[in-house]
């Protein structure tokens, strides 16, 4: 079983930054797609940005530019840097990776195929 933990949410100011984490532990993830989701209230969640091992990037039309996602395989670990926040960034921020199939995982819209989820860290920006 594998195990996804977030963490680095928490409250800023628009324009400023965070850095996101997750975390997999349970076996090795070298060959997984990892990547991030968000669901602010009332709203369906989104795709926001999609690592693969091989370390080609997605990222959402609404991040790019201000977002970026980096690996370290040796940590089994996925970050999220979030430069340039604004108040429709706020949103609950989940964590997946999936092996089998990366594409249905990573999909917009929003399958919830995920293999492995983590359990979500709040981002909150104050305008």
């Known amino acids: 079983q594998v195990q996804l933990v977030e963490a680095g949410g928490g409250l800023v100011q628009a324009g400023g930054s965070l850095r996101l984490s997750c975390a997999a532990s349970?076996?090795?993830?070298?060959?997984?797609?990892m990547g991030w989701f968000r669901q602010a209230p009332g709203k369906e969640r989104e795709l926001v940005a999609a690592?693969?091992?091989?370390?080609?990037?997605y990222y959402a039309d609404s991040v790019k530019g201000r977002f970026t996602s980096s690996r370290d395989h040796a940590k089994n670990t996925v970050y999220l840097r979030m430069n340039s926040l604004k108040p429709e960034d706020t949103a609950v921020y989940y964590c997946?990776?999936?092996?089998?199939?990366?594409?249905?995982?990573?999909?917009?819209?929003?399958?919830?195929?995920?293999?492995?989820w983590g359990q979500g860290t709040q981002v909150t920006v104050s305008s």
């Open positions: 349970g076996r090795t993830f070298s060959s997984q797609t």
């Open positions: 690592h693969t091992w091989t370390g080609i990037t």
């Open positions: 997946a990776a999936d092996e089998t199939a990366p594409r249905r995982c990573f999909s917009q819209p929003v399958l919830n195929e995920c293999e492995y």
